[in-house]
């Protein structure tokens, strides 16, 4: 059974502060690694893809992997109220996904 | 415009009723995918396709057929035998090929319920 895990929240951050969502997987040769964003009632958004250890930016999004801890995660710098929504972690291996059911961020205004 | 787009929007079903739920691409895609999710939980695989004209079950797909005749196109049946099929469905495509370069996008979903 391939379990990927998130701290499902909600996790409450003020605007402009630093939001960090962490994520850790079980299966040791996961390949490839996502983080999506989902608003309510609305389909997961792609926001960042990283397949090697270390950080990959992308704007005000910085996800970090470390293969050999098995944890993924994912920080948005400069938080917006707009941010608010569930981020979901997923992890590949080959040509599935498992994912994780996902963090509530809350960004107050 | 590339996407994925997803049909109905919402869809009702009664007791005893097979539905089809339609998932269309237009983004050169080899794999398509269909997922379930219910509240507080991940996206569970229902069944994914790499090629036309061949597919594979995932993780849930008891009560539910699909059929790949077309690259473009992966509807979804959700038969009688599901018990439980309120749901949000989702459809996702891909390349195929690489170790890991396999980003899935979604379409915007169906939101299914049983009446």
């Known amino acids: 059974q391939k379990e990927v895990e998130q701290n499902s929240g909600p996790l409450s951050v003020p605007e402009g502060a630093i939001a960090s969502l962490n994520c850790t997987y079980s299966?040791?040769?996961?390949?490839?690694f996502f983080w999506y964003r989902q608003y309510s009632g609305k389909s997961p958004e792609l926001i960042m893809s990283?397949?090697?250890?270390g950080d990959k930016e992308d704007g005000r999004f910085t996800a970090q992997l470390n293969k050999a801890s098995q944890y993924v995660s994912l920080l948005i710098r400069d938080s917006q109220p707009s941010d608010s929504a569930t981020y979901l972690c997923?992890?590949?291996?080959?040509?599935?996904?498992?994912f994780g059911t996902g963090t509530s961020l809350t960004v107050i205004p | 415009d590339g996407g994925i787009t997803q049909s109905p929007k919402y869809l009702f079903r009664k007791e005893g009723q097979n539905v089809t739920l339609s998932c269309e691409q237009n983004?050169?895609?080899?794999?398509m995918y269909w997922y379930r999710q219910d509240p507080g939980q991940g996206l569970r695989l229902i069944y994914y396709?790499?090629?036309?004209?061949?597919?594979q079950k995932g993780d849930i797909a008891e009560g539910y057929s699909v059929s790949r005749e077309k690259k473009e196109s992966f509807p979804l049946t959700v038969t009688s035998a599901q018990k439980n099929p309120t749901a949000f469905y989702l459809c996702?495509?891909?390349?195929?090929?690489?170790?890991?370069?396999?980003?899935?996008?979604f379409g915007p979903g169906t939101r299914l319920t049983v009446l």
């Open positions: 983004l050169n895609h080899d794999a």
């Open positions: 299966d040791r040769g996961s390949q490839s």
């Open positions: 996702a495509s891909s390349i195929v090929g690489g170790l890991a370069y396999n980003e899935q996008f």
């Open positions: 997923a992890v590949g291996t080959g040509n599935q996904f498992y």
């Open positions: 990283i397949y090697s250890n």
């Open positions: 396709s790499q090629i036309v004209n061949d597919f």
